[in-house]
């Protein structure tokens, strides 16, 4: 009796989560996240920065000290409405041999020397936010009404174009954010060149978005190429500061082809990028003369009968200017190969069934390429040195979890900021010659005292019977093995992405512990197709998008079944994006097994999604009709039997209206019965507090129908 009391007194002091305190627009939810520290490189020196202060940071024992305060700033620029710093997170310490400060407001960029308590420099962009500055230059590159600006460093303005438009697009991002861009310019080592894209799309089709929120509607369309239609056209242009001129590479027809990117030698002579065709299977690394633009030559190229997905530039080895890396999955893993400035492969330095995910950069003393890579395991990030001559590696954490890392200038030292299932967050400063470590941080969990669900993670065979898949499953805090729950499938199984992963929680969404807090079981599989698992693992769903994944979905259906205390008669599914397609995808192929599901901006023809990353999956409609036949839902809107809600994005520019439009006109044409929800003025994703909104209505659909 006395343990009864004792249990039941505890369990009355812990709390029970709300969407305001799990979801990101909650007003709680930065309260519910693991603490974290905000670090800058000054060379090799490490700065800890906050709201109100910079702290230097020991090296050996991560001691810290006050290097300067906010107040100070502020006082040393004689701040007013117009120079005032709010807060010092963002400060950056862009010169290793000057104690010079990077600083931000609301009008200006300015560099203080914070041992001379003065200004040295800042920009003269008046209400314009910088859009792409460089340290030694101190030229900023920007857009503004279209079209595109330097100012150099003595505040003189530079026009680099007078067509800009809604249909001629300069400095932006191009071929809509694939293959690795996410920028329009790119500056050459020295700052007195820079690279920059020139997008005609004037020949694309639009899409008729519609603003709302007038008394009158207006229209607001949205160039939007779609799979096997008319693409845009780019080329690139390289403005160069000490004669103030401009030429374009001369690459050729730019029509049907993608450039991506973009590298500079060392000593800012020479252009590199990769050059896709459309049918994105045939790649090769050309350079170009950055004072003419003519084509040098041909350095590297990869064909595949499936495609080739460039992702990252070449990186220059800092100690050799005559080499170079390259990152390609030729051999079925994405992995690191040595170059020489001809581009042919000296040897290839990483080898084995698993990828390198990424390049933090190099460490100079050591001659080494520090990476992030899942060799320990599939579902792991570590970090590792590779040495360049031998092509050993060495790993530089714990060997567990999930690991970020921050090189500094030179790579003597790293920051290693990491998850594990059951660590909510560690930071450590560490050596890359030595691997010793300095803790810097140890999260609490900031869950403590809140009731939390029980994260379990495991493998089952894929459908092929052969290829293993991670999963994750989230079960009530109170979970009895004797009493029958209802259960959420939870899929996105797209490509670029993964839901698995060893980090806190097993990687788990905060929705899950909402769902599990109200009786659910979740459940999370990656299906073959997505990401970090291999060229064959990725490449599996080719011209047939949804048929592999959902074959692969169902396996785990068969694997909740064998398990006593899955409900079988109130299985759920939920997804968003791809996961949107797959939610429906999985409900009108198999009818019989899911009661409920919850579809966000769901693709339902690929006919609608646009070209580079349709065509490169799915190829053309006309080439592949087959394929586009199999995957699309209209046709199987007929099947539809239990109760589906669909969720988008009036003015979703990514999953076009026109694909939940369409499948709603199909099922009244079927007779079939879904319900629908839009979120008026937002895109792909809901923003702020409306995604709370979102969060309440999934959830109360799966109350009101399979619980």
């Known amino acids: 009796m006395l343990f009864t009391a004792v249990t039941l007194s505890m369990s009355a002091q812990e709390k029970f989560f709300t969407l305001e305190d799990l979801n990101y627009g909650g007003n709680n939810y930065r309260n519910l996240q693991p603490k974290n520290k905000w670090y800058a490189w000054w060379g090799d020196q490490l700065i800890r920065t906050d709201v109100e202060e910079c702290y230097l940071v020991d090296a050996k024992n991560g ?58 420099w800042q920009d003269s962009i008046s209400g314009q936010t910088a859009n792409d500055w460089h340290p030694l230059s101190r030229a900023t590159a920007y857009v503004d009404e279209h079209q595109l600006f330097i100012v150099d460093s003595e505040g003189k303005k530079h026009q680099l174009s007078t067509d800009g438009s809604r249909e001629i697009v300069y400095g932006e991002s191009v071929h809509r954010n694939e293959f690795g861009i996410n920028k329009g310019t790119f500056w050459s080592p020295d700052g007195q060149r820079l690279a920059f894209y020139r997008m005609d799309q004037s020949m694309v089709a639009d899409y008729p978005q519609v603003d709302i929120f007038p008394r009158e509607a207006t229209y607001e369309p949205d160039k939007y190429p779609m799979a096997g239609m008319t693409s845009h056209k780019v080329t690139i242009g390289v403005y160069d500061l000490k004669n103030d001129k401009t030429i374009y590479l001369k690459a050729g027809d730019p029509t049907d082809r993608y450039f991506t990117n973009i590298a500079w030698s060392p000593d800012a002579k020479t252009i590199y990028m990769f050059e896709l065709n459309r049918d994105q299977n045939d790649c090769r690394l050309v350079s170009y003369d950055a004072t003419t633009g003519e084509r040098i030559k041909e350095l590297y190229r990869e064909t595949c009968e499936k495609y080739v997905e460039p992702l990252h530039p070449i990186q220059f080895l800092p100690w050799d200017a005559t080499k170079f890396i390259i990152q390609s999955q030729r051999d079925g893993y994405n992995h690191l190969y040595l170059c020489n400035k001809d581009g042919e492969i000296l040897k290839q330095l990483t080898k084995g069934q698993w990828v390198v995910e990424e390049v933090l950069g190099f460490n100079q003393k050591g001659k080494s390429i520090i990476i992030a890579s899942n060799e320990a395991n599939a579902i792991q990030r570590n970090i590792y040195s590779v040495d360049v001559k031998t092509g050993k590696r060495t790993l530089l954490d714990n060997g567990r979890g999930s690991h970020r890392g921050e090189l500094s200038e030179s790579g003597s ?51 092929d019977g052969q290829t293993d898949l991670y999963w994750r499953m989230v079960k009530p805090n109170d979970f009895d093995a004797t009493k029958k729950y209802p259960t959420i499938v939870y899929v996105y199984g797209g490509p670029h992405a993964h839901n698995v992963e060893a980090a806190w929680h097993w990687y788990s969404r905060s929705w899950e512990t909402y769902m599990a807090q109200k009786g659910y079981i979740i459940f999370i599989l990656d299906n073959r197709g997505s990401e970090n698992r291999g060229r064959d693992f990725e490449q599996a769903t080719f011209r047939q998008l949804g048929q592999v994944e959902t074959q692969d979905q169902m396996q785990g259906v068969a694997y909740l079944k064998s398990l006593p205390y899955v409900d079988t008669n109130r299985l759920g599914v939920h997804g968003w994006s791809f996961g949107g397609f797959m939610t429906i995808s999985l409900m009108v192929t198999y009818p019989d097994v899911f009661k409920v599901g919850v579809a966000g901006g769901p693709v339902i023809d690929w006919k609608w999604y646009e070209v580079m990353y349709g065509e490169r999956y799915m190829d053309t409609p006309e080439s592949n009709p087959e394929g586009y036949a199999k995957s699309s839902l209209i046709d199987k809107a007929k099947n539809l039997k239990g109760k589906l809600q669909i969720i988008t994005g009036y003015n979703d520019n990514t999953v076009v209206p026109q694909h939940c439009l369409s499948f709603l006109d199909a099922c009244i044409k079927a007779g079939t019965q879904p319900d629908f929800f839009a979120y008026p003025g937002e895109e792909h994703n809901m923003r702020g507090h409306a995604s709370v909104h979102l969060h309440e209505r999934i959830t109360q659909y799966f109350e009101d129908y399979l619980k």
């Open 63 to 120: 001691k810290e000290t006050s290097l300067f305060t906010l107040e100070e700033v502020n006082r040393w620029i004689k701040s007013d409405d117009d120079k005032f710093v709010r807060h010092l997170y963002n400060a950056t310490f862009p010169y290793a041999d000057k104690p010079i400060v990077a600083l931000g407001n609301r009008h200006a960029f300015i560099l203080v020397d914070f041992k001379k308590h003065e200004i040295v």
């Open 413 to 463: 030292y790293l920051i290693d900021r990491y998850t594990e299932p059951d660590v909510p967050r560690n930071i450590d400063l560490v050596a890359a010659a030595t691997g010793k470590t300095t803790r810097l941080l140890t999260a609490e969990d900031p869950w403590k005292g809140y009731v939390q669900p029980l994260f379990e993670s495991g493998t089952i065979k894929a459908a």
